[in-house]
């Protein structure tokens, strides 16, 4: 897919302190390196930015006119701004790549992906929500993967405008194609269990950001949200993969919040599923343990009332694992009840069994737990595996473990 990319003109330079730093030098010729390659061919488009036109054509001269690097593009910040506002439909157009926050800014404004070279001086705004690559070469292998990465491990339509998808295959021990895979899929169960790993954290995160930005499934996204551990805690890192995908969409969350920033509370800890119930118990429980514990959060009452009032009442959650369903089942049906336009479920990690779709008749308030829920119907859905997004996991692993 073709991209164009907006990168701060602090890339080009090899000193920032005025003095010549032989590493930054070495690394700035790797990064010219990379980038002329990169954008000799149609697919990309490689624009320099800064706010200060003298720098942009002193840097002109000295790459195109000197250098020959003719496919290099030099653009004021203002206008690359004008530019990017009149075509913000098209999001998944624009990289922006710098470490400034001003680079993040018109980022988030166009919903676009944000990726900040480690070794080039980084804000701290932009430092903490933005894509962190270390090396030039990962820099470019990544925007190859952004090229051309499109495809879900795993996906299945619950119902018009009901949508889960998996990253991966979550079955480390048989169902991982490579022992780079194998690896990654292991260690990353290790992440959630025991928060360990957290370059695997950092691949997931790549490989769903690349595919989110290539579709348009999400762009009428308005509120993101997870599931509640067992214990009622948020899980870091499925929180922290929730929260940046929201910052690049640009959505917010109510203001004055008394419950914690997630749209979903779980009021009270219950078992494990997987450690206290067999199988078949599991798939014949649905939703109801789910519904003993868990709720709306009172706080986004109003904001999701205005959304349904605009139409635009469409919700993304996030998990660790997809197993059977039953915490979906009973997300989307207290959403359903609310009156959701649409709802993705993505969870990181599916260990191939079907979707048991159970629909409820719900009463009450769902912004607290104590609502009635009776079973009214009962369906199986099945995934569509898709083992090329195998392929592209790996790709990232190598590119991030290099």
């Known amino acids: 897919m073709e991209k164009i990319l907006f990168c701060n003109l602090d890339l080009l330079k090899k000193t920032f302190d005025g003095t010549e730093n032989l590493v930054l030098q070495e690394t700035r010729n790797q990064f010219l390196y990379y980038a002329n390659d990169l954008c000799s061919d149609k697919e990309n488009h490689l624009y320099f930015i800064s706010r200060d036109q003298k720098l942009l054509d002193s840097a002109k001269n000295h790459f195109v006119k000197l250098k020959g690097f003719s496919?290099?593009?030099?653009?004021?910040?203002d206008k690359a701004r004008e530019f990017v506002m009149q075509h913000r439909k098209h999001n998944n157009l624009f990289v922006f790549i710098g470490g400034k926050e001003a680079d993040f800014h018109m980022a988030v404004n166009t919903q676009s992906l944000f990726i900040v070279p480690t070794w080039i001086p980084v804000e701290e705004k932009a430092g903490f929500y933005g894509v962190h690559v270390d090396t030039p070469e990962q820099l470019f292998k990544f925007v190859r993967t952004l090229n051309n990465q499109e495809n879900w491990y795993a996906e299945v339509e619950i119902e018009p405008n009901v949508i889960a998808l998996s990253l991966m295959d979550g079955r480390y021990k048989f169902g991982s194609k490579t022992q780079n895979e194998r690896d990654m899929v292991e260690h990353f169960e290790q992440l959630l269990k025991f928060g360990t790993c957290r370059n695997y954290y950092d691949i997931l995160l790549y490989h769903f950001l690349a595919g989110m930005t290539n579709s348009k499934l999400f762009d009428d996204i308005e509120l993101f949200g997870m599931i509640p551990s067992s214990d009622c805690s948020l899980n870091k890192d499925i929180f922290s993969f929730m929260y940046q995908t929201r910052i690049i969409k640009g959505k917010h969350v109510p203001r004055n919040l008394q419950n914690g920033e997630n749209i979903l509370l779980r009021i009270s800890p219950k078992q494990k599923a997987h450690l206290s119930y067999s199988t078949d118990q599991r798939v014949a429980m649905?939703?109801?343990e789910e519904f003993k514990?868990?709720?709306i959060n009172p706080d986004f009452k109003n904001k999701i009332n205005a959304l349904?009032?605009?139409?635009?009442f469409n919700v993304c959650i996030?998990?660790?694992?997809?197993?059977?369903?039953?915490?979906?089942n009973a997300v989307r049906n207290l959403l359903q009840q609310l009156g959701a336009n649409k709802i993705i479920f993505v969870s990181l990690g599916n260990f191939g069994k079907p979707f048991q779709k159970k629909d409820y008749t719900i009463t009450g308030d769902v912004y607290?737990?104590?609502y009635t829920y009776t079973l009214i119907g009962s369906s199986i859905k099945y995934f569509i595996y898709n083992d090329a997004a195998k392929d592209e996991v790996s790709e990232l692993y190598d590119i991030f473990n290099s």
């Open 286 to 288: 649905g939703a109801k």
């Open 71 to 77: 496919n290099f593009k030099f653009c004021l910040r």
């Open 293 to 295: 514990t868990i709720c």
């Open 318 to 328: 996030f998990d660790d694992y997809m197993t059977h369903g039953n915490s979906f």
């Open 368 to 370: 607290n737990t104590g």
């Open 308 to 312: 349904k009032k605009s139409g635009k």
